[in-house]
């Protein structure tokens, strides 16, 4: 199975700011990644796919770069509605695997 | 609007037996491959079934391969898990998400609302 590492699993930033997580995959995936992000009690939405193709309706401060094995998930000019805990997955083969989540909090 | 409704989370005993179901609305499900993906109380995401639009093609991950099974009926736009041999590990909501690709690459692009599952004595 190939492993997900996420990166920090929690951080806190300010509205306004812009912050980095990162996805490390245990082998080459290409650009089998996507991004989720999920508020409490709701299901997950998909943000990002293939590693940088913004899903319609998502707010365009929200950006994926990389490939291989290295891929970032960015929130520029943050706003309180992005706190959340973002996952990613590799869509590269089965199972599907997720990242272990990164909870982000606006102070 | 493309909807994904599930229904059949109960409390249930270790050992015993559940059905979950998926209904799907405002998209043509016959063509779309579907997943179910669950999330134990407090924890991250798993990954736990696909199947392709026919049903032709099925998978599963180790921790419910031979316990829990995927199917379809695509006349009734329904999904369903059937789950035996439930354990208290197997405590989680279930969601079902449809899947989308975009040059090969596949995503998960829409999730129902997701229906709990407890398994206690």
């Known amino acids: 199975d190939i492993q997900m590492t996420q990166s920090p699993s929690s951080l806190s930033a300010s509205v306004g700011d812009r912050v980095t997580i990162t996805c490390r995959t245990s082998?080459?995936?290409?650009?089998?990644l996507n991004w989720y992000q999920q508020k409490p009690g709701k299901a997950p939405k998909l943000l990002i796919y293939?590693?940088?193709s913004l899903q319609s309706g998502v707010p365009s401060r929200f950006s994926g770069s990389g490939s291989g094995t290295d891929f970032t998930l960015a929130i520029c000019s943050l706003q309180p509605e992005d706190s959340a805990t973002y996952y990613c997955?590799?869509?590269?083969?089965?199972?599907?695997?997720f990242g272990q989540g990164t909870k982000l909090e606006i102070k | 609007d493309v909807q994904l409704v599930e229904s059949g989370g109960y409390l249930v005993h270790p050992g015993g037996s559940l059905r979950l179901s998926c209904a799907a609305s405002?998209?043509?499900?016959?063509?779309?491959?579907m997943n179910w993906v669950r999330q134990a109380p407090g924890k991250g995401l798993e990954w736990i079934s696909y199947?392709?639009?026919?049903?032709?093609?099925?998978y599963y991950a180790d921790s419910v391969k031979g316990r829990f099974t995927i199917s379809r009926d695509n006349a009734k736009n329904s999904l369903y898990l059937q789950m035996n041999s439930l354990r208290g590990e197997d405590t989680a909501v279930y969601y079902c998400?449809?899947?989308?690709?975009?040059?090969?690459?596949?995503?998960?692009?829409?999730w129902g609302q997701g229906t709990l599952v407890t398994v206690s004595s």
């Open positions: 082998q080459s995936i290409s650009s089998h």
């Open positions: 997955q590799q869509s590269y083969t089965t199972p599907r695997t």
């Open positions: 199947i392709s639009s026919s049903g032709n093609t099925i």
């Open positions: 998400a449809r899947v989308h690709y975009y040059n090969s690459s596949a995503s998960f692009d829409y």
């Open positions: 293939a590693a940088s």
């Open positions: 405002g998209f043509i499900f016959s063509i779309h491959e």
